[in-house]
């Protein structure tokens, strides 16, 4: 990625039609002092948007979720004269993206599980993945840091906090570094009480202060567990053990993270709570490109507040330190809880509270294995998941009988 | 310095005695991972203190104002039966304990422009200089930085806005930062009107809302001053234009300072407010080492706050811009016009609002000269000097006058 000023670099994207993915193209196209192309381009169904895509960048290969969506891509694509990339589907597809021979770098922004093999796959294979699927590094941070150190592949992360802590530990000795601390925004109930907690809708979890994301972690950054895949994602990120990496709300997001070295000094970095950021710092590092958007004006902020995080409203924080702690395949099995519970309450089956319940039942029948290969995750993922319906549904069940009662 | 490690490193102080003279003798007791020995000091006239560092620290000279002061300190280590070290006094004096051969590192920390040939001789001889001292760049930064370019010395600074911006700049590229951002407590009289500023009494102006230092400093940070000299000292210590140099105030003094890159990620350096973090960062630096000082504690301070300075209260801002932008020995001009200036408003001569007049005069009369010398900066000085006293008494008289008068 050096030579980006001397010849473009070619990017592959996953998760293209999302928010990191949208982002991830507006920057590419506005970046004048750097020139990248795309040459892949992984989507879910949202076939029109990719159309789109597709007509702006001419990737060489565009996967999709399914074959109706690649008959439905393909027949918009003739419909609108645009010439046809090479087609591919489901997770094979996914892999031909991530792996395209051209792409320097892979931008990692599917949501959830998905990504998890074709990241894995573009690491073994040396890419720059800049990585803004937390997730693939919380089931599996043990096999993609390997990976990455095996093929000398370079792990950048999009997430806003991690963009931050990889800034404010570059000048850095690791060994000076006392501990790395995640700020959260504290979520759309960060004032509220239990008990309104527990009545919450869809519609307001969904109403994320201060950054505008996809609708699963707009649900993981209520419920606070998207800080605790944080946690993880940091540790096999920069190397912090549990007790080096703390997490302290702060409603404004306008600091980032920061790092506190041994001799008391902290380094943050601040900014605009715009993805773009971070997405450019990961595709243009070690340069840092100049950038149009509207610089931070700190006199605009009211103030900056920094609370310690409530771990009694919010259970998922001690889950995820639990998880990381004890490590093997119990992130992955939390992980997995975490998605099928996420989904449980987006479709009204359960209520927000019970997200950290769910999980936590997960969490304790799991058969914790050491982590020896990607079978092993994806069994724990699997078997976590069928855990987490059956919680569901009896939750589901109680509930009903409750309400039958009255 | 690097070899802190394993061999102990010899230390010379200007200006003892002072408050950061005394906060570095603290770091250096209190570093157990870093040995560091005293080897020479300069005071003023404060012989008592002097004598118990003396006793603490057996270096081998010792300097101070006046032969009186001399005289009182052999009479006092006489009759507490400390060993003598060498005595010598003045200018020499001072640099005698700037240039003794086994100190690696010189802490340059007497107050105002006496401290300008001693740091200079240090830095001709190579020695790392921790720089408190910012009139000395003021008056001399291009003579400074050559002689440390020349010698390779280091020029580390211990201001606390300064060392922030050492460290924010650790791991980043000079051509990529956009602006360097200085934050300014606002002192005193912040939320001060300017007929209350007018009437400020000596004591008001003496109550620092969050540093802890010595008089001069203090008034210059209640007219802003001192925000003033430490854009010249950026300047000079980091190679940016008086365009590229901004000033936020910042009442908790809680970010140090920051710098904004040009893809608009602002990097900012924080901590508590204790001189001991810069001084040791100076003394240790690449090495960080472990500080017992109790540490940040961002949840206990109700908000961080920026503001835009208030050009119109505080005219020492723009005067100090100016004599950047004239460059020559106007610098020079300004430094001593403020130093006679804030004797003067201590002294009870002038008022506060009259600082700036005075300056501003002198700046007007002053006939800019390219730096071509220390005798041209000596001169400079010592012109600006008296057109400065000529300045006040102009005022004194007026005001007696107007007194007379009602």
Chains 1, 2 share one sequence.
Not at 75 to 104: K, N, Q, S
Not at 226 to 254: Q, T
Request: glycine letters at 6%.
């Amino acid at each position: 990625m050096t030579e980006s000023s001397t010849h473009s670099a070619g990017v592959a994207i996953l998760g293209s039609t999302g928010s990191i993915g949208c982002n991830s193209l507006r920057v590419i196209e506005s970046l004048t002092t750097s020139r990248m192309r795309v040459v892949a381009l992984a989507a879910g169904s949202n076939v029109e948007r990719l159309a789109d895509q597709i007509a702006a960048h001419l990737p060489e290969v565009v996967s999709v979720d399914t074959e109706a969506a690649a008959h439905d891509l393909r027949a918009m694509l003739f419909a609108r004269d645009i010439d046809l990339p090479r087609i591919v589907t489901g997770e094979a597809g996914l892999v031909e993206v991530a792996t395209h021979p051209d792409a320097d770098c892979v931008i990692s922004a599917t949501v959830g599980a998905v990504g998890f093999l074709p990241t894995l796959k573009a690491l073994e294979m040396g890419k720059r993945v800049a990585l803004a699927n937390k997730e693939t590094l919380v089931m599996a941070g043990e096999l993609m840091t390997q990976a990455a150190r095996n093929s000398g592949a370079e792990l950048l992360p999009v997430d806003s906090e991690h963009n931050a802590l990889h800034q404010c530990l570059r000048g850095e000795r690791r060994e000076e570094v006392r501990r790395i601390i995640l700020t959260a925004s504290g979520g759309p109930f960060r004032t509220r009480n239990k008990a309104e907690m527990e009545l919450a809708s869809v519609s307001e979890a969904m109403q994320h202060p201060t950054w505008n994301m996809g609708a699963k972690i707009t649900i993981d950054s209520a419920t606070l567990m998207n800080k605790g895949l944080e946690v993880i994602e940091a540790h096999w990120l920069f190397g912090f053990g549990p007790d080096e990496i703390d997490i302290l709300v702060h409603p404004e997001s306008v600091v980032h993270s920061m790092i506190e070295m041994v001799d008391g000094s902290v380094i943050a970095q601040m900014g605009v709570t715009d993805m773009r950021h971070a997405i450019q710092y990961a595709l243009t590092f070690p340069e840092r490109h100049s950038c149009q958007l509207p610089p931070l004006d700190l006199t605009a902020v009211s103030g900056l507040h920094f609370e310690t995080p409530d771990l009694d409203r919010f259970p998922c924080i001690a889950l995820a330190y639990r998880a990381l702690r004890e490590g093997g395949t119990l992130p992955a099995a939390m992980n997995a809880a975490n998605e099928e519970a996420v989904s449980a309450f987006i479709n009204e089956r359960i209520r927000l509270t019970e997200i950290p319940q769910i999980i936590e039942t997960v969490m304790d029948q799991h058969s914790n294995q050491p982590v020896k290969d990607i079978q092993t995750i994806l069994e724990a993922d699997h078997q976590a998941r069928l855990a987490a319906c059956a919680a569901i549904a009896a939750l589901a069940h109680k509930e009903a009988q409750t309400a039958q009662k009255i």
